[in-house]
T-cell receptor, first 113, second 111 residues
């Protein structure tokens, strides 16, 4: 079974700081990895999708990297803003699991104005 | 209007009752999913469907059943609700196994 771990569970930073969220997974045989954002009372919103053949993806102030061999991904957020406050989840799709995605428990981010 | 809608948004029920959670989507996707989210455990897949004739069990299907009434509708039923089914339930859609689009969730409390 694929285990997905996210560290830290919670993070609080002042506005303007750059920050890194971590995701690790136990089985490197993956099809892709996604980062999601979850806001209270709302569903998950996909931020970035990295295919197994890619090393990183960028969208605006967000950059996600993937090191499949070591089972790690990072989400880098530049110049954080209070509106970035949310829970960030990573999910992996193992090659052997068909269309099943395995999610981490998330990192709760608070950006202090 | 939202692409993926879930009804009800909140539900309180009693142990032993049968309840149904409904999901509708306007994205035209073939694939639909039901997840539950529990504190400290993340999202776990209950069932998924590739089309109206294809239903597959996920990681934690025991105690649940589903119905794909149409391409746009996917319902989750709890046959006889129990307190440990108290959770936040999400429906999601996708195409080709790539990005998934999530509904706003249904918060279920089983007393």
């Amino acid at each position: 079974k694929q285990e997905v771990t996210q560290i830290p569970a919670a993070l609080s930073v002042p506005e303007g700081e750059n920050l890194v969220l971590n995701c690790s997974f136990t089985d490197s045989a993956i099809y892709n990895l996604q980062w999601f954002r979850q806001d209270p009372g709302k569903g998950l919103t996909s931020l970035l999708l990295i295919q197994s053949s890619q090393r990183e993806q960028t969208s605006g102030r967000l950059n996600a990297s993937l090191d499949k061999s070591s089972g790690r991904s990072t989400l880098y957020i530049a110049a954080s803003q209070p509106g970035d406050s949310a829970t960030y989840l990573c999910a992996v799709r193992p090659l052997w699991a068909g269309n099943q995605f395995y999610f981490g428990t998330g990192t709760s981010l608070t950006v202090i104005p | 209007d939202a692409d993926v809608t879930q009804t009800p948004r909140n539900r309180i029920t009693k142990t032993g009752k049968r309840i149904m959670l409904e999901c509708s989507q306007t994205k035209g996707h073939d694939r639909m999913y039901w997840y539950r989210q529990d504190p400290g455990l993340g999202l776990r897949l209950i069932y998924y469907s590739f089309d109206v004739k294809d239903i597959n069990k996920g990681e934690i299907s025991d105690g649940y059943s589903v119905s794909r009434q149409a391409q746009a509708k996917f319902s989750l039923s709890l046959e006889s609700a129990i307190p440990n089914q108290t959770a936040l339930y999400f429906c999601a859609t996708g195409q080709g196994g790539e990005t998934q689009y999530f509904g706003p969730g249904t918060r279920l409390l089983v007393l």
